[in-house]
């Protein structure tokens, strides 16, 4: 669907973006990741053609994307404004209209819309009448209202009560069956583990990472595997003795722990439930994978820092 | 161009439904026409006294002329020729406060010059003007005709009486005309200074609200900018329209209703009149009656409208695209509401310089700097509605186009350099503006 290829863009003599190269399939939720200036703004403005690469190309369904494309791509960005005087219907006309849509178009899907998310009675305020949901409800519907076959999503959770995460998240997942492309951009790791199929990772304009959500955190696991049992906690300890190190313990009451264990020399998974079998009643055992959220912070914290740290 | 429309319209709409619009449109030419109905009121008041000597080298009025009972002018009369120059220095003439010169060919050329000291009330002006005039018209009728006075007078045609200073003595016509011309210069300065304000806001507002991006992810930074340039540009024209048709149709009833008599012929009770001799007394009410306002006049008589109207529009088109895209450009670079404050007092400097222009121009209109205002483009706009209302000489008529043509390639290459503006500046917030960073986004693509 989106082929990005070795995208590069300066400002005067900052280097904003360096060979970013990646491909979204249709059809999927891929998350553009990393942290505070890492590039994700000025590649999602590269996409919409707001600004101009220096370098590389962008290509959408194999052709070099024009800006006619813009007329299938939808697009919220992170910092979004409304015209404060207009109705909710004018603001919604006027920027589905400049979408291509024609007057009776926008009037159809406005109603779908306004329904789905609740907000028919409002379509005759002003935007500055509005609390802060409601204009970005209304945000958001500008920005699929011509049915995107591309949609971007620069942040869109934030400000939103968790009611209101939920129903986008849900909105995105089924725009995803509906055979919808979807780019978001968030540091909300939670919503990416959630919904998100591939992700990139950016870091000070470069791709750190790209994968599936799974293989990016299989690539970062460490070894770890819990166990929750049932038992004593010294005789589990015990049991481990030098095979194996206690990395750190819940305690979930009534003689229940959750052990995160890691592994020394050659000892296997196999070789630490043997070992436990016989201590302590296993309810649950499993390898622990890093989170989203961990993922991240191990791939953009430098590494000096994790040394001083140490 | 579809996007273009769209913006444009949209900006059209939401300045066309707000209340200040409308109050501006109706309020403005409101106060115009109240200016111009207190110069109607008050023109023909002042009186003073005056001396005249009238220089009648071939004595063609047989040092007769009718004074009446006015005691407010007195005639004295001189058989030689009086040079401007020693009428305006020479001790004896200095009780003078005005020479009268009765050319020769006076009967066949119908023109007279009044050379003044100080600048003559309205009403002095038509005293002179209207005591030559009759005494003219007597001493034609004797020489050319049968036909008694009264009748001569249907027929006749007017004299023209021209008044000029003394020590400057130039056009003074085509000086009240290009007042006119310096009152729509001023007009497009006005239109253009508060509808360039409003371009200058709305850039500002769609920066700081942020939904220029969203904007941007849909239309081009030109065509967003072509549009709002285009859409308020359209509700500058609107209002335009409405001032014109309010000021033509109060100046339509002011004339029908408020000063009839100012204008209308039929007043003129010429039987009423005393006809032959200096002593000649004539009632007030004939005075009144024939008594113009020069401004009235001015206003309905001697400015073509339908020329300067059309000439209007296009130097106003041209003059906003030109200082249009120096408040978009303002708008666009600046990262916050100070800085457009600060960096749009260059362009009121231009406005005002532009403003000096005209009024330049309509004192000295010969002058070679008045010639170099004529075809500068920020001056331009003004300049050329004072030239156009003072008349241009003939086979000069084509200068008007090439400060036009001038005007419109300026404004084309400012608007170039304002998309590169707009393009790189628009998404650029907090900043504090500098030079060098519209040198920076002006060589960036």
């Known amino acids: ?310 | 161009m579809r996007n273009s429309l769209l913006v444009a319209f949209r900006e059209c709409r939401e300045r066309l439904i707000s209340r200040s619009f409308f109050l501006l449109s109706f309020i403005g030419p409101c106060i115009v026409l109240g200016m111009i109905y207190l110069a109607f009121s008050i023109g023909g008041q002042p009186k003073q006294h005056w001396k005249v000597l009238i220089a009648d080298p071939a004595n063609i009025m047989n040092s007769k002329i009718m004074a009446g009972e006015d005691k407010s002018i007195s005639y004295s009369f001189a058989d030689g020729y009086i040079e401007i120059e020693e009428f305006a220095e020479a001790k004896m003439f200095q009780e003078f406060d005005a020479l009268l010169e009765v050319n020769e060919k006076v009967v066949s050329n119908k023109t007279g010059f009044v050379f003044y000291r100080e600048k003559p009330s309205v009403r002095m002006r038509t005293q002179v003007q209207y005591h030559f005039e009759r005494r003219l018209e007597e001493v034609m009728v004797k020489q050319f005709t049968d036909l008694p006075l009264k009748e001569f007078r249907k027929i006749k045609q007017p004299i023209n009486v021209n008044f000029r200073d003394v020590y400057d003595p130039k056009d003074e016509a085509s000086a009240l005309n290009g007042w006119v011309g310096f009152f729509f210069g001023t007009l497009i300065l006005t239109f253009i200074f508060l509808f360039g304000m409003t371009i200058l806001r709305s850039v500002t507002r769609e920066k700081s609200n942020r939904i220029v991006e969203v904007l941007l992810a849909s239309v081009s930074p030109n065509q967003l900018m072509i549009g709002k340039i285009t859409g308020i540009g359209i509700t500058a024209f609107v209002q335009f329209i409405m001032w014109i048709v309010i000021i033509g149709l109060g100046l339509y009833f002011m004339r029908e209703l408020l000063f009839p008599d100012m204008l209308d012929a039929a007043n003129i009770k010429f039987h009423d009149l005393a006809l032959d001799g200096v002593d000649q007394s004539y009632p007030e009410r004939y005075f009144a009656a024939r008594e113009y306002n020069q401004f009235v006049e001015l206003i309905y008589n001697r400015v073509q409208f339908t020329n300067m109207t059309v000439f209007f529009f296009l130097f106003f088109i041209a003059g906003y695209l030109f200082y249009g895209s120096l408040f978009t450009s303002v708008g666009a670079t600046m990262g916050s509401e100070s800085d457009g404050q600060q960096f749009v007092l260059p362009i009121i400097a231009l406005l005002l310089f532009s403003l000096y222009g005209g009024y330049y121009a309509m004192n000295y209109p010969e002058s070679p700097l008045s010639e170099i205002l004529h075809y500068l483009p920020f001056t331009a706009p003004v300049v050329v509605m004072v030239k156009l209302a003072q008349g241009y000489e003939p086979g000069h008529a084509h200068e008007i186009y090439v400060s036009l043509f001038l005007l419109l390639g300026s404004a084309f290459i400012m608007l170039a350099i304002a998309a590169r503006l707009y393009k790189n500046g628009i998404l650029q917030f907090g900043h504090r503006l500098r030079l060098k960073h519209i040198f920076k986004w002006l060589k960036s693509n």
Request: net charge neutral; with cysteine; aromatic share 8%.
């Open chain 1, 1 to 310: 669907m989106l082929d990005v290829k070795n995208i590069g863009k300066s400002f005067y003599r900052k280097e904003a973006l360096s060979d970013v190269s990646f491909s979204v399939n249709s059809g999927e939720i891929y998350g553009l990741l990393g942290p505070n200036g890492a590039g994700k703004t000025t590649l999602i403005r590269t996409i919409n053609r707001i600004i101009e690469q220096d370098r590389g190309s962008i290509r959408i369904n194999g052709d070099l994307m024009t800006q006619k494309d813009l007329r299938y791509i939808g697009y919220l960005p992170e910092e979004r404004g409304l015209y404060r005087g207009m109705t909710v219907e004018r603001h919604a006309l006027f920027l589905g209209r400049l979408r291509g849509l024609s007057k009776r178009d926008v009037h159809t899907k406005m109603a779908y819309w306004f329904d789905r998310f609740e907000i028919n009675a409002w379509r005759k305020k002003r935007i500055e009448e509005l609390s802060k949901g409601m204009a970005q409800k209304v945000q958001f519907i500008c920005a699929v209202l011509h049915e995107p076959k591309l949609l971007i999503l620069d942040e869109p959770f934030s400000g939103f009560d968790p009611i209101n995460i939920e129903l986008i998240n849900q909105e995105l997942i089924e725009m995803r069956a509906a055979g919808k492309t979807i780019i978001l951009s968030t540091h909300n790791m939670k919503s990416v583990e959630q919904i998100c199929d591939r992700a990139v990772l950016l870091d000070k304009g470069r791709k750190v990472a790209e994968g599936k959500i799974s293989e990016l955190r299989e690539n970062q696991k460490q070894g770890l595997y819990a166990v929750r049992f049932r038992g004593n906690m010294i005789s589990f300890v015990n049991a481990l003795w030098t095979g194996f190190e206690v990395v750190d313990k819940e305690i979930l009451g009534d003689d229940r722990f959750v052990v995160r264990v890691a592994m020394r020399a050659d000892n296997s998974f196999d070789d630490l439930l043997q070992v436990l079998l016989k201590q302590v009643k296993i309810e649950a055992a499993w390898e622990v994978l890093p989170s989203m959220q961990e993922v991240f912070i191990e791939l953009v914290t430098p590494k000096e820092n994790l040394n001083n740290e140490e």
